[in-house]
Nanobody
Framework: QVQLVESGGGLVQTGGSLRLSCAAS????????AGWFRQAPGKEREFVAA????????YYKDSVKGRFTISRDTAKNTVYLQMNSLKPEDTAVYYC??????????????????WGQGTQVTVSS
């Protein structure tokens, strides 16, 4: 079993930065892939970024490429999402998720077995 707790959300102005953290409990987390999703009010949850268990492969939603960076620290059982050049359209609740392994594209929420409770990110214009 893996439990995930997100932190680092908040209110930031357009062009600002935030770093989200996802702390995991469970000794098997290092063997799990991880991803970040987001959900804005009135919209469906959407994929943002993912990283494989080794950290060697990363995946991004097109609109965040070049602005967001996903990384992981195995020793700390933590996955990060560094978000730069934030835009109002990035406003959403951001969720961390862990996957036992992808058998399809990592941008599908069905690929993930565990989810955090989410952290709010608000970008003001």
């Amino acid at each position: 079993q893996v439990q995930l707790v997100e932190s680092g959300g908040g209110l930031v102005q357009t062009g600002g930065s935030l770093r989200l953290s996802c702390a995991a409990s469970g000794h098997t987390f290092s063997s799990h892939a991880a991803g970040w999703f987001r959900q804005a009010p009135g919209k469906e949850r959407e994929f943002v970024a993912a990283i494989d268990w080794s950290g060697d492969s990363t995946y991004y939603k097109d609109s965040v490429k070049g602005r967001f960076t996903i990384s992981r620290d195995t020793a700390k059982n933590t996955v990060y999402l560094q978000m730069n050049s934030l835009k109002p359209e990035d406003t959403a609740v951001y969720y961390c998720a862990a996957s036992k392994g992808y058998d399809s594209s990592p941008d599908h929420s069905t690929q993930y077995d565990y989810w955090g409770q989410g952290t709010q990110v608000t970008v003001s214009s």
